[in-house]
């Protein structure tokens, strides 16, 4: 690879690497079971039933944070198969120990930037649906460049749907989920399932910091659209 097309590849990245403390208990699930659970990033296309060992739809979710929605989901729905991705080896961790506790098959974890996964390794029309819930907001109007939910990324991303496949975004930023709502409805192959903002799918499990949100007064806006 030359160095321009190096230089053509890179992005702004919509997350920073903070040093998280790792519990041991998150650091000993960790060293049990991501061989297990864990995909390695590489430069070539991952085979999603290959991964998984079955054929079964396919959800890819990006951001997961703690993982405690991810193993809800993931348990209420045993028929689907989840690929979730977090940079924080924290929240890596955490999941992991709910894997094992909840004996959950139907997910597989991956550390890395998710436009260099979805570039690299996600053939097109392969996922059946995208989670992407509260991602980081860069709330600071300069920092604004740096949030995940821009036109390129959703027109990258909404060649790996299959038709009739799906975006779902949860924000808890009303300007944010303004500008989701533009960027969606601005992408001619995705059609907004709500007028504008969807009602929250009974799949989305509520988090206490939500919950906590909303007995203060705070909004949630939950957008889902589908490929035409």
């Known amino acids: 690879m030359s160095e321009t097309e190096d230089l053509s590849k890179r992005h702004i990245r919509s997350f920073v690497l903070r ?52 193993a809800t989901i993931a348990a209420a729905h045993p028929e689907i198969d ?24 139907n997910i597989r974890i991956m550390q890395h930037d998710a436009v260099e996964v979805l570039r690299d390794m996600i053939a097109d029309g392969t996922l059946d649906g995208v989670h992407i819930f ?32 799906y975006i779902h975004v949860a924000t808890d930023w009303q300007d944010y989920a303004e500008q989701v709502l533009a960027v969606l409805s601005a992408e001619p192959l995705l059609e907004n399932t709500a007028a504008d903002y969807a009602p929250r799918p009974d799949y ?25």
């Open 134 to 165: 509260f991602p980081d907001p860069w709330h600071k109007a300069r920092h604004n460049k740096r949030r995940l939910i821009q036109a390129p990324f959703i027109a990258q991303l909404v060649q790996k749907l299959k038709p009739g496949g």
């Open 82 to 105: 989840y690929l979730a991705l977090e940079v924080h080896t924290p929240g890596v961790g955490n999941l992991l120990k709910l894997i094992d506790l909840e004996q959950l098959n």
């Open 19 to 70: 040093a998280g403390r790792v519990s041991v208990a998150q650091q000993r699930a960790i060293d049990t079971w991501l061989p297990r659970y864990g995909i390695p990033y590489i430069t070539r296309q991952l085979d999603l039933d290959q991964a998984f060992g079955r054929k079964a739809p396919k959800v890819f979710e990006i951001g997961f944070g703690m993982g405690d929605s991810t």
């Open 204 to 228: 989305r499990p509520l988090t206490k910091f939500e919950q906590r949100g909303i007995r203060l007064g705070h909004g949630v806006w939950d957008l889902v659209f589908k490929h035409r």
